[in-house]
């Protein structure tokens, strides 16, 4: 043999060796019984720790949702699932998923040559199998190193776990963006409906978006979504999953995407839940946690459909809380994340810091206030478009939100004994809120929509205050543990409780509430946070003997249009008043502590004073009102008889 052609023979057969080498020590260290330097090893457990589940019950303890994992996540069983689903996320993600065992080293080479020529990670060349490993052992971090650890486990997977276990599992911890994880979840966020019941159509968006979640977002980049939508259904139709009728179809169906997120109430109550049992909520669901609650599902979806009305433009909150048992009946919002925020109350907090205190120390509906310009030293609030309206009765300043009556009460009941008033109606204040625009809501912590909310509920409940709750019992599997919640405390008389709710259902008759003149038997307060540039709070917070209704309206990002006020509010109540979703036919209870009485008219008119009439009045000089019998304003030169009667008022 020439020499030449010896040296191309050994460096061939060197060459070969050292690929042989190569390729075998490759095998040897992606060999799952293999550990070169790494420790991680495949834990079963990270797989099977998402179906655990936590099962809701509504009030009429029907499951509400589907069974939810792993931080609000419905579960979704892969043979409940139409074909289609799953094949449109193979089609698109790992088309070899069904023949290969965890590795797809035909695309990995591909892969690997794209990397060679951009020199960097852009095509990892994954498999099913192998986002599984990534998204439930490893980090994101983009390493050779990172890379053969998961290769190595997706073929340990591949040997104690069938494709459809592995399909399964891959499913529910898919990431679609906006804090959705898990198919199940997705499916009722985006299309509102089970996964079980998704169209063609509606699989190859899903299978589109967890590409890249922002990019492909149906909120946000809809026609960016439509073309991977497309890629997805033909690649389909070329892998033979569908046929060219079913193609056209589901490209020729028109998608509506959801723009309520339906993740508000299940994620205030596994906070409740968690805070109530003392546990974290990983331990909730793995110890398989029935949560009883308080859910109204035909209220909820009142209020789900009334929230399309609305844009994404600002928040929308709306909060139901059963007055009976302080149970949270609804929680829904037009944003994707759970928000509890703490926001100025505005005017809804009048009744609490004004009126009540007020009531409590001896006034009355009918005393007068001088409803004008006023400055408090440095301080001059304004009225609404600076509307002024002279003497007024209380009942006229809570109707038609008078500032300055507020302030003035605040003023003359003192600061720190008006605080301690509507702290025992569960609303908090810091120790710097010690200053008159507390009356208007200008307060340090602010308040929740569901603190707001429960002080309202206090009123309907004859001035009893108690928790709220999502959560009004657990069962582990062997028997349902009530939750325990503070005993109940008075916050004010029931006099004034009604009193209140009395001025309140006027309210909504001809004041700030006005757009409830036609909806029942309700009481209802408004109120506006903002100013020349924007409004920043809106609400209505409304009030039966069976439901407290709170709805806000807002934005943490800056202003809304300061045409949407507290009464634009008004309107989603309206909705649930006229769907018959809130009993509005029920009268509040009357209490003993109260009575109609006459009082002196005239001297009402020139004085301005309120005093009891004589009882020789004449009936012109008469005026009929309802008062606290331990607030009645007596002259001491009258003796006073009860002249209480509830329905006629008779005159001599």
């Known amino acids: 043999m020439k020499k030449p052609v010896k040296i191309v023979v050994i460096c061939v057969s060197v060459f070969l060796a050292v690929i042989a080498l190569a390729i075998g020590a490759f095998f040897l260290i992606i060999e799952p019984n293999f550990k070169l330097f790494d420790s991680t090893e495949l834990n079963l457990d990270n797989l099977t720790s998402y179906s655990h589940t936590v099962t809701v019950l509504d009030a009429d303890g029907k499951p509400i949702e589907g069974a939810l994992y792993g931080s609000d996540k419905i579960y979704v069983k892969i043979d409940e699932l139409p074909e289609y689903v799953t094949d449109a996320f193979v089609a698109i993600e790992d088309k070899r998923f069904y023949s290969h065992r965890g590795v797809d080293y035909i695309r990995m080479a591909s892969a690997l040559l794209s990397d060679l020529k951009s020199r960097s990670f852009r095509e990892g060349g994954s498999t099913i199998t192998q986002q599984l490993i990534k998204n439930t052992h490893l980090s994101n971090e983009k390493t050779l190193k990172r890379k053969i650890v998961e290769i190595r486990l997706a073929r340990a997977l591949e040997r104690v776990y069938d494709k459809s276990q592995i399909m399964e ?9 906006s804090g959705i994880r898990g198919l199940g979840t997705a499916s009722r966020v985006i299309f509102d409906k089970p996964a079980s019941e998704l169209t063609l ?45 079913e193609y056209d179809a589901a490209l020729e169906q028109q998608l509506v995407f959801n723009k309520c997120k339906h993740r508000q109430y299940i994620s205030g109550l596994l906070k409740d839940a968690c805070a109530k049992l003392n546990c974290s909520e990983k331990q909730l669901f793995l110890n398989n946690a029935t949560l009883l609650t308080s859910y109204d599902a035909d209220l909820t979806e009142c209020v789900r459909n009334t929230l399309k009305d609305y844009g994404d433009e600002f928040s929308v909150r709306v909060v139901v809380l059963d007055n009976n048992s302080g149970g949270i009946a609804c929680d829904e919002t037009n944003t994707t994340d759970y928000i509890n925020p703490r926001r100025s109350p505005a005017s809804a907090i009048k009744p609490f810091i004004s009126y009540a205190p007020a009531l409590e120390n001896g006034l009355n509906p009918m005393t007068q206030i001088l409803d004008e310009p006023t400055a408090f030293g440095d301080y001059a609030p304004g009225n609404y478009k600076d509307v002024y309206r002279g003497y007024i009765s209380l009942e006229d300043g809570l109707i038609y939100s008078s500032n300055i009556a507020a302030v003035k009460l605040l003023q003359q009941s003192g600061i720190e004994p008006s605080k301690n008033v509507a702290e025992k109606f569960g609303l908090k204040f810091s120790d710097t809120d010690n200053s008159l625009p507390i009356a208007l809501g200008c307060t340090e912590s602010g308040v929740t929509l569901v603190e707001l909310a429960n002080a309202y509920r206090t009123l309907a ?8 709750n999502y959560l009004r019992g657990v069962d582990y599997g062997y028997g349902i543990t009530p939750t325990i919640s503070r005993s109940p405390i008075r ?12 001025m309140l259902k006027k309210c909504a008759t001809n004041g700030t509430a006005k757009k409830l003149r036609y909806s029942g038997i309700i009481a209802a307060k408004t109120g506006t946070n903002g100013d020349i540039h924007g409004n920043r709070d809106c609400y209505c917070v409304a009030y039966t003997p069976s439901h407290t209704i709170a709805v806000w309206f807002g934005s943490d990002k800056g202003t809304i249009d300061n045409k949407i006020t507290g009464a634009t509010c008004c309107n989603i109540v309206k909705k649930l008043c006229d769907a018959e979703v809130i009993n509005t036919t029920a009268e509040f209870a009357f209490p003993d502590s109260v009575a109609y009485y006459d009082i002196d008219a005239e001297e009402l008119r020139t004085s ?11 009936r012109r000089y008469r005026l009929r009102t309802l008062l606290s019998k331990r607030h009645l304003p007596i002259r001491n030169q009258i003796d006073i008889i009860d002249f209480y009667d509830r329905f006629i008022w008779d005159y001599d």
């Open 169 to 177: 599992s891959y499913l529910n911890i898919l990431y679609f963006g």
């Open 201 to 245: 159509a509606q699989s190859a968006v899903l299978a589109s978006i967890i590409n890249n979640p922002t990019k492909y977002s149906p909120y946000n980049n809809p026609d960016n979504l439509n073309a991977r939508k497309q890629l997805v259904l033909s690649k389909m139709l070329e892998q033979k999953f569908i046929t060219q009728a």
């Open 461 to 468: 409940n004859g001035g009893v205050y108690s928790d709220t």
């Open 491 to 502: 916050a004010v008389g029931d006099d004034t409780a009604y009193l209140i709710t009395d």
């Open 608 to 618: 301005h004073e309120v005093y009891l009439a004589d009882p020789v009045l004449p």
